[in-house]
């Protein structure tokens, strides 16, 4: 079962016994807990029938004595384990995924470890209850995991504004969440977020920003090129040369492998670069000004400079300095 169908039937009253939440997406645990602690009981039932635990203060044995017991004056009882991977051999807790009680909810926090699934212990919670592996998302994955949560709240974003967010926050989706839940306050319902509502709510440049000098390099516009690796390096903080390092790097590949496409046309190139098919004219673009060997050349810059930013082979040059010389030598 996955997140979605777990939060679906959770919705509908839909509860199973035994919910254990494992993965290095803590976002995905934490959201189907905080849901089954604020819906299932009512603040009146709360009181007697909602306990928290967490795994550096408790056994299996403590665990099990709260699980067994019934409700009181009301249907159900949660009982809400928090860092369970601190627990010593959580596989003792077997005898009770055996035979739940079904008046229980039990919910288990297993953070940034999965158990062996192959294991008896994983069978039986796959049986009796809810196995779910919280994986972390891919970069690529991300700009999609954008668009379906505002379309949820009613918003649409536009390509670049997502590709912008997903760059600069990353993959840590409690992070990013917070970021669109500003954007979801800040506007309208059914508002389509462009680059400006990025810019103004969030704080990233819309004109000086990793998509802006891609496209920059891609047109060879040198000007721009340079306007904007000089506001990176006036703004360290925000635009730190690792990522910008990175961020090329993965744009580069993409041109190379393009040039190596049998089929070139739109929907194959997206496939392929694994890209939004809104950018693929921009990569079809560069690929026409920088052949396989300028674009073997620049990766290669590209590592050289990685090198140096970590110390390997600088002397003195400051980070902004590498930046510079670095767009110099992609451009020329």
């Known amino acids: 079962m996955n997140y979605e169908d777990i939060l679906a039937n959770l919705r509908k ?16 645990i934490d959201q189907i807990t905080d849901y089954i602690s604020k819906n299932v009981l009512t603040d009146a039932e709360k009181g007697f029938n909602q306990h928290v635990l967490y795994g550096k203060d408790t056994d299996i044995d403590t665990i099990i ?12 009882q949660v009982i809400i384990v928090k860092e369970a991977q601190n627990i010593k051999k959580i596989e003792e807790l077997e005898p009770y995924i055996n035979a739940p009680l079904t008046s229980t909810i039990l919910v ?19 049986k009796k209850g809810v196995l779910f592996d919280a994986k972390k998302i891919y970069d690529n994955q991300l700009p999609a995991w954008i668009n379906s949560y505002l379309s949820a709240h009613k918003f649409s974003i536009e ?5 912008m967010l997903a760059e600069y926050l990353g993959t840590d989706l409690s992070k ?35 998509f802006e000098l891609q496209n920059a390099l891609g047109d060879k516009n040198i000007l721009k090129s340079n306007q904007i690796i000089n506001y990176f390096a006036a703004n360290p903080g925000s635009n730190p ?7 090329l790097y993965f744009f580069f590949m993409k041109i190379l492998t ?22 693929v004219k921009s990569y079809v673009a560069a690929a026409k000004r920088y052949p396989i060997k300028k674009v073997v050349e620049i ?34």
């Open 13 to 28: 009253k839909i509860y199973h016994p035994i919910y254990f939440l494992m993965g290095e997406e803590s976002y995905f």
């Open 65 to 76: 004595t709260h699980a067994r017991r019934f409700p009181m004056m009301a249907n159900h």
């Open 108 to 126: 288990i926090n297993y953070k940034y470890k999965t158990i062996d699934k192959r294991k008896s212990f994983a069978k039986q919670l796959g």
């Open 159 to 163: 390509p670049q504004a997502s590709a």
């Open 176 to 210: 990013v969440s917070n970021e669109l839940d500003k954007l979801i306050i800040s506007l309208p319902a059914d508002t389509k977020i462009t680059p400006n509502h990025i810019e103004k709510n969030i704080g990233i440049s819309k004109d000086f920003n990793i």
């Open 241 to 247: 040369i690792t990522r910008t390092i990175a961020s």
């Open 258 to 279: 393009y040039h190596f496409l049998d089929d070139k046309s739109p929907n194959a190139v997206a496939s392929s670069l694994q890209v939004n098919p809104y950018f």
């Open 299 to 332: 990766i290669a810059t590209l590592r050289e400079y990685d090198m140096k930013s970590k110390g390997i082979g600088n002397v003195s040059a400051s980070a902004g300095d590498l930046q510079r010389e670095m767009i110099y030598k992609i451009l020329h």
